[in-house]
């Protein structure tokens, strides 16, 4: 499975909830740089990659990408499409889309990105964004723009950082999805054969 990160910097801080939801733009583009851990026997398999990543909420639909690949995820039909080499498979896509912090995310602390003078980043509990799942998601304090995200199981560690985030979608087809090799329904999609870590990528917020 394809997986992508960046270094993220972890900050100890008092447990709280939130104390007022931020919403990123209902539309944006970004670069991402993944950085994926994988515990393989008795050794640890790291490896880096970097694809771009559009985000639509009005369309219920994000696309991941790079020469090699595209993910979908449609967040309307439930489904997740992987694109790559003429072939297409899906996968169920149980998740809601999310736009804004939830009322009930814990804000683990709050940290200055790049030294003083630097970026103001909240950082939250991951299980708000995406119930099930361990790790971090960091959003700019100001503005609620993505900045990094982490994911944390017992046979993988999977970072994500958000680079040269811009509002709008310059192509929207990134969302289409090619039928065939695509199936046109949801009758034929399959289920994952890891439950815990269902995706070639990551499930991002927002």
């Given amino acids: 499975m394809l997986k992508l990160v960046a270094v993220v910097l972890l900050v100890a801080g008092c447990s709280a ?6 919403c990123t733009p209902k539309q944006w583009e970004g670069f991402l740089g993944i950085q994926n851990q994988t515990a393989v026997g008795h050794k640890i398999v790291s490896t880096m990659s970097y694809a ?7 369309l219920k639909k994000m696309a991941v990408y790079n020469k090699d690949f ?24 149980p998740f809601d889309m999310v736009n804004c912090v939830p009322d009930n995310a814990t804000l683990m602390g709050t940290y200055e990105f790049g030294g003083p003078g ?5 950082m939250y509990d991951l299980d708000s964004f995406m119930p099930g799942f361990h790790g971090y998601m960091e959003l700019s304090s100001a503005s609620c ?4 995200q982490t994911q944390i199981s017992d046979s993988y560690v ?9 509002e709008g979608i310059k192509d929207p087809s990134v969302f289409d999805v090619p039928s065939p090799p695509c199936p046109m329904n949801t009758d034929n999609i399959v289920m994952p054969l890891d439950p815990a870590h269902p995706w070639p990528v990551h499930k991002l917020f927002p």
């Fill in 17 to 22: 909830f939130a104390e007022a939801s931020c």
């Fill in 52 to 58: 771009e990543e559009s985000y639509d909420f009005h």
């Fill in 70 to 93: 595209r993910i979908v995820q449609d967040f309307g039909k439930k489904v997740m499409y992987f694109i790559a080499g003429g072939q297409c498979s899906a996968t169920p896509w």
């Fill in 118 to 122: 630097g970026l103001m980043v909240d």
């Fill in 145 to 148: 723009i993505p900045v990094a």
């Fill in 158 to 166: 999977t970072a994500i950082g958000f680079v040269n985030v811009t």
